[in-house]
């Protein structure tokens, strides 16, 4: 099956820019999460989606940062204004609501990510 | 809060020798562990999966414990070869659904 899909795979931008990430879960998983990873540290949930509905974006700092999943598929996830520290690796992961999955129970798979360099 | 805690943060050993990474997370009251493998410039690949039920998980060279009163996960990796060398991280699962709380990783280097 295809894996998670994910665009642009780097981007450079300027403080105060906007910017815009996109992912295509794997084929029928209703569970969209988007993970910052910042250099040398493990991913952090910005926010998870359950088909269009937001599961939880407690640590998604909303002054800036927008995500949305209109059709309960593809989603976007946008910066605006970006500062300095939203430097990271952007993840996107998905998983199938009824915990299947290779291994079963709500397994998570990755896309390959956006690095985002902000200068 | 849920904390995950990888050490050491880098890990380098000669190819042949085997591969001993932890994990440790304050709340015990997890629904499932993930191992996940990162090289650079990728993605996450995951490994293992572990059960809060289960003890341990095996595939091919790979197997991880769990000792989730103690909250520690132990991933041994038989007899280290060069491309095994990449970043390993755990992550913990609180409920059925719910995101992974992440560790920080241990990178490892295996010598020729």
């Known amino acids: 099956e295809a894996g998670v899909a994910q665009s642009p795979r780097y981007k450079i931008i300027e403080k105060r820019q906007s910017v815009a990430f996109w992912c295509n879960p794997i084929?029928?998983?209703?569970?969209l999460y988007w993970y910052q990873q910042i250099l040398g540290q493990g991913p952090k949930l910005l926010i998870q989606?359950?088909?269009?509905?937001?599961v939880d974006d407690s640590q998604l700092p909303k002054d800036r940062f927008s995500a949305e999943r209109l059709k309960g598929v593809d989603s976007t996830l946008k910066i605006q204004p970006a500062k300095l520290e939203d430097s990271a690796v952007y993840l996107c992961?998905?998983?199938?609501?009824w915990g299947g999955g290779k291994n079963g129970l709500y397994e998570q798979y990755f896309g390959p990510g956006t690095r985002l360099t902000v200068t | 809060k849920q904390e995950v805690t990888q050490i050491p943060a880098a890990l380098s050993v000669p190819e042949g020798e085997n591969l001993v990474l932890n994990c440790s997370f304050t709340?015990?009251?997890?629904?499932?562990l993930q191992w996940f493998r990162q090289d650079p410039g990728k993605g996450l690949t995951s490994l293992l999966l572990?059960?809060?039920?289960?003890r341990e998980q095996t595939s091919g060279r790979l197997n991880a414990s769990l000792d989730k009163s103690s909250g520690r996960s132990t991933l041994y990796i038989a007899a280290s070869q060069p491309g095994d060398s990449a970043t390993y991280l755990c992550?913990?699962?609180?409920?059925?659904?719910?995101?992974?709380?992440f560790g920080g990783g241990t990178r490892v280097l295996v010598k020729p």
């Open positions: 992961a998905s998983s199938s609501s």
């Open positions: 709340d015990s009251a997890i629904y499932n």
């Open positions: 572990i059960q809060s039920s289960q």
């Open positions: 992550a913990v699962r609180k409920a059925a659904g719910n995101k992974l709380t």
């Open positions: 084929s029928g998983h209703a569970t």
């Open positions: 989606f359950q088909n269009n509905g937001v």
